[in-house]
């Protein structure tokens, strides 16, 4: 197994497209921008939050001065907006439950990478934007005083993939090992969730550089992990995004069904079943 460290859906898509990668971690919206642009990919595993609306992904960063108290009040605001990510049909969705239009507010297009949205919201690029996790805690703690602020937007934000080329599932050998990678990665799941000082000591504060308390901040918004052994309500929801995106976006809708190769539904579920039993 060879690894590669590449954050976000449209990196893991040219990665893809270069015959550099056979698989990846990714939200829901890659797999559906890349059927649009020609790029054959499957869905081989699927994991949302087990409380989902308690435990978003998600905030909606509001910048200080901006006066948004709630969601109608993103009428004429500047609103981040990458139409390739996850925040993008996110941004998408507020509107529809503010009912609102896209042309009832300013779409800025930037792709959410790193701390971009954060630094956009602070600087008044935007108005408002989706930002995540940490960057929550740190956009507070650095322009709270200031007046930046977050709405909590009440939609699912949560799904989370195994991501793959169908060229690569379509080869025996290599989809043994998307079989077998997808049962480690469900007993990851499993072991984070039940481990929790473990893994914010391991691996937020070791590997990736972060406080003990951004750690255990980040341990707390993501509640616990659902992985579905049906996937009938994920291909259901994941319709409900490529109609929304194809009529909000000008594309043409189509199967969901298409982008979840089923030989895997079971894998992560029976993993986790197992785990009782292995050491």
């Known amino acids: 197994v060879k690894w590669a460290n590449i954050s976000g859906g449209p990196q893991c898509s040219e990665a893809f497209r270069a015959g550099a990668l056979d698989i990846c971690s990714a939200a829901d919206i890659p797999s559906i921008n890349a059927h649009w642009t020609g790029l054959d990919t499957k869905l081989v595993a699927v994991k949302f939050r087990a409380d989902p609306l308690k435990n978003p992904v998600y905030e909606l960063g509001t910048a200080p001065g901006s006066g948004i108290r709630t969601l109608a009040d993103l009428r004429g605001k500047k609103i981040a907006y990458s139409p390739g990510q996850a925040q993008g049909a996110l941004v998408l969705r507020i509107l529809q439950k503010a009912g609102l239009t896209q042309q009832d507010v300013e779409l800025v297009e930037l792709a ?3 701390d971009v949205y954060p630094t956009a919201l602070g600087n008044h690029q935007v108005d408002a934007a989706p930002i995540a996790d940490v960057n929550i805690k740190r956009y507070l703690t650095h322009y709270g005083k200031e007046g930046g602020s977050t709405i909590k937007h009440g939609l699912r934000d949560d799904p989370a993939h195994l991501w793959a080329l169908t060229e690569s599932v379509a080869d025996a050998g290599k989809s043994a090992a998307v079989r077998e990678l997808v049962k480690f990665w469900a007993r990851a799941q499993t072991w984070i969730d039940r481990h929790p000082r473990e893994w914010v000591a391991g691996y937020y504060v070791e590997d990736q550089g972060l ?4 750690g255990e901040y980040l341990v707390r918004r993501v509640g616990h992990p659902d992985l579905p052994a049906d996937w009938t309500g994920a291909i259901h929801r994941q319709q409900q995004t490529i109609d929304l995106l194809a009529a909000e976006q000008d594309r043409e ?18 993993a986790v079943a197992g785990e009782g039993t292995s050491s």
Not at 253 to 270: I, K, M, N, S
């Open 253 to 270: 809708p189509f199967d969901a069904g298409l982008l979840f190769d089923r030989r895997y539904e079971t894998v992560a579920a029976r």
């Open 112 to 114: 959410s990478t790193g």
């Open 211 to 214: 406080s003990r308390e951004d």
